[in-house]
């Protein structure tokens, strides 16, 4: 195969990927294809993939809005031609607290912020906060979620991350660092776990031997490390959906969404005379 084909069956293959989800990230593309076993795991092949990628979308053949940059974005400044038009979004803001007739108070947290526009759309329409880590979250980022959840006694974290030393770790640094605060909500790590590995034969890396917590993790699971981002998209989206229906009242949920939309109708009324 010519270095011409090679491209052309990576454009074709990145193309399948974007057509099924989109936006998605150059990162979340570039492991979709791994998984698809397209290409191999290594610095070259992503830059091969972040390479089509820009002149896919140069020649038309991938659209520009297909794939995004969560992290170079513009601070813009909200603005409205008129209090009419501020209107329109004040009645698309309104949103009824779910959580004051729910059993349980439900978060989400997520390791990287590549993946956080599939869990910002899936969540939004149960209620649910999504908190993105990047990593291991700071002490502020701690503090103000103990803050949320007082004792915590009433609270469920459902985590979201790789399947390496730092992955599996995370939970137990975010129990430590609650506890320090005295919050003890109840912490489940959803994905990414070895069992998604096999069922899904997700291709692995090795783990980082920097790592400080390498050694125990290689003990318990051999020398394996794995991306959340290489899991396929449709089942991270009905593991979330998955997670967060089997935490919350339903019926209590579509009560408070039918209420809601009464109220919208009545801010609605009142914006009209407004204007």
Not at 227 to 247: G, Q, T
Request: aromatic share 8%.
């Amino acid at each position: 195969m010519t270095r011409h084909q090679k491209t052309q069956v990576l454009i074709d293959a990145a193309r399948d990927v974007l057509e099924a989800t989109h936006p998605m990230t150059v990162r979340q593309v570039y492991y979709q294809l791994v998984s698809r076993q397209v290409i191999k795991n290594n610095r070259g092949q992503y830059q091969a993939v972040s390479n089509v990628l820009r002149d896919a979308r140069k020649d038309g053949t991938i659209p520009w809005e297909w794939v995004e940059d969560r992290l170079r974005r513009p601070r813009q400044i909200s603005m409205w031609s008129d209090l009419k038009d501020f209107g329109k979004t004040l009645l698309q803001a309104y949103r009824r607290d779910v959580w004051t007739s729910q059993p349980r108070y439900v978060e989400v947290w997520l390791e990287k912020d590549a993946l956080s526009g599939i869990f910002e759309d899936l969540l939004a329409p149960y209620g649910v906060t999504l908190n993105v880590g990047r990593g291991y979250d700071g002490w502020d980022s701690i503090r103000n979620a103990a803050n949320r959840y007082g004792k915590g006694n009433n609270a469920t974290i459902l985590y979201f991350g790789d399947f390496d030393p730092s992955g599996e770790d995370m939970v137990r640094s975010l129990k430590e660092r609650l506890g320090f605060f005295d919050c003890h909500p109840s912490i489940l790590k959803c994905a990414l776990n070895l069992d998604d590995v096999r069922k899904y034969n997700l291709p692995p890396d090795v783990t980082k031997k920097s790592d400080t917590r390498q050694k125990k993790f290689v003990e318990r699971f051999g020398d394996i490390s794995v991306e959340l981002d290489a899991l396929p998209i449709d089942v991270l989206r009905n593991r979330i959906k998955v997670e967060i229906e089997s935490r919350m009242s339903l019926s209590a949920l579509a009560t408070t969404r039918g209420t809601e939309d009464h109220e919208r109708l009545v801010l609605k009324s009142l914006l009209e005379r407004l204007s």
